[in-house]
């Protein structure tokens, strides 16, 4: 059965277009929930957890990145052995209970292995989502479903800040941790409910190292693969740097800490309509060209707002708008990177969406704590690694993308035909 019949059948079952990217939405918002409406709240946490350095705050956010990048190689075999329903709904409950044990958390030691064993649970909703689409379509249409869960996805970071300091006004940073429990259980309901199982039986693969290895090893000689992978960890690089820093940022540079959900939203906002564009444009455009042409803008502006911050200083609203104008390009890049990265694996998509979750998810994590480790008074290490991470980001695209000629295949892509062509 060819991977086109196998989406056609999926897509006739289960539920309809609109819920569908709902609930796609829905899910992959459990992870900025789990990150962004933290950030009011990590000088309450250090505080009441006595927290004295106030870089070390941004441990929250990356233990629970860890967890979640990590568990993505556990998720994938799974996926594709079980299928996707039940280890999804499986793995919401799990994150809405390492919520509520964050939330009761007496020191910050527990607070951070709470957070680790969320990001695990969390990660299954990355790995899923993704192989769930990839279940349903493939191509520009997949890229266009994925443009449409990411204008929700993209309003969610924007409101969740307002979100943790609204409950910060009603209450303390724990009952933060309260609500994200609350959501998992309404998220697992929804998808016992209403998600029918995407993976057919007879496209699941053996759980063994053996056949492990192989789809490990044949994404990761895929070009087109690990080349949008890269180039989407280095942006995500840029994007956890945004995160970790911007609190200190607001509070410390421009001294304005009642303005941190309004410079929040006005800088990530953006990042909403350009995946709305990008879900109108991508079928007519492609994902390639799209991905080159906003990378190269975004390492341009970037490079932009770096050289006129430090030729002339910058006031908190000069900032915001040179910082929007670099994210706007976000919304274009992600869907069309994954994409991309997505389309030669089909056939071993829940691993392939594992490693690639691994990779961008440690891989960007990591290059945003560094970034966010030199953060010293000044927005300058910020905006370096900013541009640095676009410039690579496009060097790899390019790489990736650059079309084969026609006596020459890519050694991926051959053992891709091989792996399809032998019998089940």
């Keep these: 059965m060819s991977d086109r019949t196998t989406s056609a059948q999926a897509q006739q079952s289960g539920p309809g277009m609109r819920e569908f990217i709902a609930l796609v939405a829905a899910l992959m918002a459990s992870n900025a929930l789990a990150i962004d409406a933290m950030l009011p709240a990590l000088p309450a946490m250090g505080d009441a957890l006595g927290v004295v350095e106030d870089n070390r705050r941004q441990l929250v956010i990356t233990a629970y990145l860890l967890g979640f990048g990590v568990a993505q190689l556990l998720w994938g075999p799974l996926a594709d052995r079980f299928g996707r329903k039940w280890l999804l709904a499986v793995a919401l409950v799990f994150y809405g209970i390492f919520g509520l044990v964050a939330g009761v958390a007496s020191s910050f030691t527990l607070l951070l292995a709470a957070r680790v064993l969320q990001g695990i649970a969390a990660a299954a909703s990355r790995v899923l989502v993704v192989a769930i689409v990839r279940d349903r379509y493939q191509g520009p249409a997949m890229a266009q479903v994925m443009s449409l869960a990411m204008i929700v996805f993209m309003i969610v970071p924007v409101l969740a800040p307002s979100l943790g300091q609204t409950i910060l006004a009603v209450g303390q940073w724990r009952h933060i941790f309260i609500a994200l429990g609350v959501y998992g259980a309404v998220l697992a309901t929804w998808v016992l409910m209403r998600l029918p199982e995407t993976l057919a039986p007879e496209k699941r693969r053996p759980l063994s190292l053996g056949s492990i290895g192989e789809a490990a090893w044949t994404t990761l000689r895929t070009r087109q693969s690990i080349g949008n992978t890269l180039a989407q960890t280095l942006l995500m690089g840029a994007l956890f740097a945004f995160i970790n820093s911007i609190q200190q940022i607001v509070f410390d540079v421009f001294h304005r800490p009642e303005m941190m959900a309004l410079v929040f939203a006005l800088i990530a906002g953006p990042m909403a309509l350009s995946s709305y564009a990008n879900s109108k444009l991508v079928m ?141």
């Design 284 to 424: 007519r455009l492609g994902s390639r060209r799209i991905l080159l042409v906003a990378l190269s803008a975004f390492t341009l502006v970037a490079a932009t707002h770096l050289t006129l911050g430090e030729l002339f200083g910058e006031s908190l609203w000069s900032f915001v708008a040179l910082q929007a104008g670099t994210m706007i390009f976000f919304g274009l890049i992600g869907a069309n990177a994954g994409a991309l990265a997505m389309e030669p694996l089909g056939h071993i998509a829940g691993m392939a969406s594992s490693l690639q979750g691994v990779i961008t998810t440690i891989g960007g994590a990591l290059i945003g704590f560094v970034i966010g480790q030199h953060f010293d008074g000044t927005t300058l290490p910020f905006l370096i690694g900013f541009t640095s991470c676009g410039a690579l980001a496009l060097a790899v695209a390019l790489w990736a993308n650059r079309l084969p000629s026609r006596d020459t295949h890519d050694e991926g892509e051959v053992e891709i035909q091989e792996i399809e062509s032998r019998p089940a």
